[in-house]
């Protein structure tokens, strides 16, 4: 235990003699004091200090995810290069210890850099929260909407899959009959582009909302806790006329709550009779309501709204003065969101998620380290990185478009090809994506314990260990004597 610690101590010492290091250390330190005062969101309290968190954050967590790969790699193969290693084993220290100490020396200084960094901006965000001219609305909003950890409620969507094939048959049914020539002469690329368009417009009828009062849109989410004592929180974003952020105008709407009543009067019911619950909804407003397009909207409901089930309905009517359809995109929800925790424990868990990554990026550098010289152990995980980020853009674009059979039969070879090794690649690779959080804490958005528990399983014990393993055992059986200093 004592020589793992000297090992440790060397380590960061090491580290700190870096001029690579210096300088991220000055760009994070920098950046600290320069993010939170030069952002300006989108013209709102709740925007600033959503924006200064989200960027604060990311750029501590991209930063120190650079420093952990640069050092990582300087320390092991620096120590081989300058045969300063060849003095360490002729004493009784193992290599694995080694291998060991020096992975968590760059851990322990970065661990240390990110705690310092995050508390500096944790204490710059309530200090503009607190010190900054905002009303008392204003802060009402950023304490609900921000500066909170609200657990997240998605809407039960239909089986789009489902959908689309049943659609795509129907068609392929009416072609077969009445246009039979043209339908074999379409070739397998205009056949999945078929599919393409098809999928695209069932989506966007499913987030449509046709002006007038007979065609609301209705959205139900289950699994709401019964019990609640506070209000619950409706998250949404409307686009009126196509779904663009550009050119968007006012357009007017009436949102309805799903409550039940009992059909009869209770006074009137006999004892032990089950008493019997209709529907009703019940309008937000008496009249529709103006709500700028474009941009994210909540409005607060009481936890009454929640049924015996558990389920929670909300109906939206388009009364769009120029009737034309609104729309919702399935990306924003719209989310129902319930105060769960508080800010400081919802920050603690996103510091933790940059701490996993930079875990499983020191491991990754140090086994990289141990068997190539610096400039190809940084060159061969950025490489690492870039493939784990291709090939979840690759799956990315099969969800959008579905992956069912009736779409990858129409595929060319290339694209099969592409599919499966993109599939391949992720059961062994590291997507960086998966350890960004600072969306979720812009957002309020609490970061769910069984998120982070599937994050230390999946990526840290399933993947990352074995990367760690392979590496002590190759450094272990490196041969010294072919390095030679150039």
């Known amino acids: 235990m004592i020589s793992l610690w000297a090992i440790i101590k060397l380590t960061c010492r090491a580290a700190m003699r870096s001029h690579i290091f210096h300088l991220l250390l000055f760009v994070l330190l920098l950046t600290i004091a320069i993010l939170p005062n030069t952002v300006l969101g989108d013209g709102t ?225 006999k004892p032990g009779e089950e008493v019997k619950m209709r529907e009703v909804f019940i309008p937000k407003s008496q009249y529709p309501e103006r709500e700028m397009c474009g941009v994210f909207h909540e409005m607060a409901l009481m936890p009454a709204v929640v049924d015996k089930d558990g389920t929670v309905t909300i109906a939206f009517t388009n009364f769009d003065r120029e009737q034309k359809p609104v729309y919702f995109q399935g990306a924003d929800g719209p989310k129902l969101l319930i105060s769960a925790g508080s800010f400081w424990d919802n920050y603690l868990r996103a510091v933790f998620v940059i701490f996993l990554r930079i875990l499983f990026l020191a491991g990754l550098a140090c086994t990289a380290g141990g068997l190539l010289s610096m400039p190809t152990a940084v060159f061969v995980v950025l490489s690492y990185l870039l493939i784990g980020i291709c090939a979840s853009y690759i799956i990315n674009i099969e969800t959008e478009f579905g992956e069912d059979d009736e779409l990858t039969q129409y595929e060319a070879w290339h694209e099969t090809a592409a599919r499966v090794l993109s599939h391949t690649i992720l059961w062994g690779i590291i997507p960086m994506q998966k350890f960004e959080v600072s969306d979720s804490v812009a957002n309020g958005e609490l970061i769910e314990y069984s998120m982070i528990a599937r994050t230390v399983f999946d990526f840290f014990i399933l993947r990352g260990v074995p990367i760690f393993l392979l590496g002590i055992l190759l450094y272990r059986r490196r041969e010294l004597g072919t390095i030679i200093r150039k």
């Open 45 to 269: 309290a709740s925007g600033y200090i959503q924006v200064s968190l989200k960027y604060c954050l990311g750029a501590i967590g991209f930063i120190l995810s650079l420093s952990t790969i640069w050092v990582s790699c300087f320390i092991l193969s620096n120590d081989l290069e300058s045969y300063q290693i060849h003095m360490v084993f002729t004493k009784p220290v193992s290599r694995m210890k080694v291998w060991i100490g020096k992975w968590l020396g760059v851990v322990l200084i970065h661990g240390i850099l990110l705690l310092v960094a995050s508390g500096i901006v944790y204490g710059l965000i309530l200090w503009q929260f607190y010190r900054k001219p905002f009303t008392a609305e204003e802060k009402a909003r950023i304490n609900n909407e921000v500066l909170v950890g609200r657990r997240v409620f998605l809407p039960d969507m239909p089986d789009v899959d489902a959908k689309v094939k049943d659609e795509y048959r129907k068609r392929v049914d009416y072609l077969k009959s009445a246009q039979a020539e043209n339908f074999q002469n379409l070739s397998n690329a205009e056949k999945k582009k078929m599919l393409r368009e098809l999928r695209k417009q069932i989506i966007a009828q499913l987030g449509e909302v046709k002006p007038g009062q007979t065609s609301s849109r209705y959205w139900d989410y289950k699994g709401v806790p019964k019990d609640l004592k506070s209000p619950l929180y409706f998250r949404y974003r409307i686009y009126v006329g196509k779904i663009s952020s550009k050119d968007q105008r006012e357009t007017e709407g009436l949102w309805s709550i799903r409550i039940l009543v009992p059909e009869n009067d209770i006074k009137d019911r």
